[in-house]
């Protein structure tokens, strides 16, 4: 059974930056980052697996601003969130599993408990 941890969640301005980890306890080929708005529903943010070398995905929502990368010596995952605006308001969750495909639809079956992101004036 693999635990993750998350952090680096907080308050940002619109326009400005936050960095979240995912620390994992054991291996994993494929790591995600979803998010989870009051009232909507749970979506996929970006990924990265290490299954095709470093394949990335993002939603459309968030690409040119945010940047998945992972330290597969640390079993850490990052999310480099940039230009932040108040649609980016969430719950952040980091995801995980160690099959095959690495995809938003994959099936994670390991999860982290969540960081909140507040951005606001």
């Known amino acids: 059974h693999i635990q993750l941890v998350e952090s680096g969640g907080g308050s940002a301005q619109p326009g400005g930056s936050l960095t979240l980890s995912c620390v994992a306890s054991?291996?994993?080929?494929?790591m995600a980052w979803f998010r989870q708005a009051p009232g909507k529903r749970r979506e996929g943010v970006a990924l990265?697996?290490?299954?095709?070398?470093?394949?990335?995905l993002y939603h459309m929502s968030v690409r040119g601003r945010f940047n998945i990368s992972r330290d597969n010596a640390k079993n850490t995952a990052y999310l480099q969130m940039n230009n932040l605006n108040a649609d980016d308001t969430a719950m952040y969750y980091c995801?995980?599993?160690?099959?095959?495909?690495?995809?938003?639809?994959?099936?994670?079956?390991?999860w982290g408990q969540g960081t909140q992101v507040t951005v606001s004036s």
């Open positions: 990265i697996d290490t299954i095709e070398g470093t394949r990335r």
């Open positions: 054991g291996n994993t080929l494929c």
């Open positions: 995801a995980a599993h160690e099959g095959e495909f690495c995809t938003f639809v994959s099936n994670f079956v390991y």
